[in-house]
């Protein structure tokens, strides 16, 4: 970092020590930040810069702290809200000395969540965490997924909808970019073939969405794609042929008589395209 940089850090840190630690100087009620006034942007974003610091660093109780404290002078920091629930829910919740507190830590970055997008219900940031809390972490650890269902949530479909949500918004998270259209098709195509299979009338739904998604990110998921090995599909394709391939093994299924052997061609033609049996596969027992 050039020296002029290391000083604004460095007095930007003074200045939120200053303006936190006791003996500092009092903010005014209701507004921890009010002293700062024009600075408070400055101060937030040097906050920001140094708890990612100390997270590459392994100090993650110190960053979390960091984290916690730019919320306190500013409660719509999007992006503090996201790396202290990411920490929470990843870091901090596998190095838990029990169940009870890795289900603590993954519902306090949940709530964390909750309230920016209370706050900012278009907040992409947050809608793409909130699906990362509901899909990633859960399939990681089944404690955490045993606590979901013991709650009686559908954490997929709630996942669905917050991408869904996201990709309406931006075809970019801003630091990110394009994650939650990922997240999105990997996830739809398979769960709306689950759902099929299990014969759960909320398919309709999920294919309703992800058409939503291809007609509004359309640009953004031809340029997308989701791995680095051939056959380089887009991100488009996957999701468009997974969608067609749950509707027409639906219908060569409920056809009178069923169309088995049509749905079975079909399931090997999408798996020698997009190079993925997930799909396929949740489908299978429907031609058995």
């Given at each position: 970092?050039?020296?002029?940089?290391?000083?604004?850090?460095?007095?930007?840190?003074?200045?939120?020590?200053?303006?936190?630690?006791?003996?500092?100087?009092?903010?005014?009620?209701?507004?921890?930040?009010?002293?700062?006034?024009?600075?408070?942007?400055?101060?937030?974003?040097?906050?920001?810069?140094?708890?990612?610091?100390?997270?590459?660093e392994g100090r993650l109780?110190?960053?979390?702290?960091?984290?916690?404290?730019?919320?306190?002078?500013?409660?719509?920091?999007?992006?503090?809200?996201?790396?202290?629930?990411?920490?929470?829910?990843?870091?901090?919740?596998?190095?838990?000395?029990?169940?009870?507190?890795?289900?603590?830590?993954?519902?306090d970055a949940e709530a964390?969540?909750?309230?920016?997008?209370?706050?900012?219900?278009?907040?992409?940031?947050?809608?793409?965490?909130?699906?990362?809390?509901?899909?990633?972490?859960?399939?990681?650890?089944?404690?955490?997924?045993?606590?979901?269902?013991?709650?009686?949530?559908?954490?997929?479909?709630?996942?669905?909808?917050?991408?869904?949500?996201?990709?309406?918004?931006?075809?970019?998270?801003?630091?990110?970019?394009?994650?939650?259209?990922?997240?999105?098709?990997?996830?739809?195509?398979?769960?709306?073939?689950?759902?099929?299979?299990?014969?759960?009338?909320?398919?309709?739904?999920?294919?309703?969405?992800?058409?939503?998604?291809?007609?509004?990110?359309?640009?953004?998921?031809?340029?997308?794609?989701?791995?680095?090995?051939?056959?380089?599909?887009?991100?488009?394709?996957?999701?468009?042929?997974?969608?067609?391939?749950?509707?027409?093994?639906?219908?060569?299924?409920?056809?009178?008589?069923?169309?088995?052997?049509?749905?079975?061609?079909?399931?090997?033609?999408?798996?020698?395209?997009?190079?993925?049996?997930?799909?396929?596969?949740?489908?299978?027992?429907?031609?058995?």
């Amino acid at each position: 970092m050039k020296a002029t940089g290391v000083l604004l850090v460095g007095g930007l840190a003074c200045l939120v020590g200053a303006t936190l630690v006791p003996g500092g100087p009092s903010a005014a009620p209701g507004d921890p930040a009010a002293g700062l006034g024009g600075l408070r942007t400055a101060v937030v974003g040097g906050m920001f810069l140094r708890g990612e610091a100390l997270r590459r660093e392994g100090r993650l109780d110190e960053a979390v702290a960091l984290w916690q404290r730019m919320l306190a002078l500013d409660p719509d920091a999007v992006s503090a809200r996201d790396h202290l629930a990411d920490v929470l829910a990843h870091d901090l919740r596998a190095a838990a000395p029990d169940d009870e507190v890795r289900v603590r830590r993954w519902r306090d970055a949940e709530a964390l969540v909750d309230d920016g997008l209370a706050r900012d219900p278009d907040a992409v940031r947050l809608l793409w965490r909130k699906a990362d809390l509901l899909l990633v972490v859960p399939a990681g650890d089944a404690v955490v997924a045993t606590a979901l269902a013991a709650a009686g949530r559908d954490r997929e479909r709630e996942a669905i909808d917050a991408l869904t949500r996201a990709a309406r918004l931006a075809g970019d998270v801003p630091r990110l970019g394009r994650i939650h259209l990922e997240l999105l098709v990997r996830t739809l195509p398979r769960l709306a073939a689950q759902r099929l299979a299990a014969r759960d009338a909320s398919v309709d739904g999920l294919l309703r969405a992800g058409a939503e998604v291809l007609k509004a990110r359309r640009d953004e998921l031809d340029e997308l794609v989701l791995d680095p090995e051939p056959p380089y599909v887009p991100a488009s394709v996957v999701l468009q042929g997974g969608l067609a391939l749950v509707a027409a093994v639906r219908a060569a299924v409920e056809a009178r008589p069923p169309r088995l052997d049509e749905a079975r061609r079909l399931l090997d033609g999408y798996v020698s395209t997009v190079g993925d049996d997930r799909v396929a596969e949740a489908l299978r027992p429907l031609l058995r």
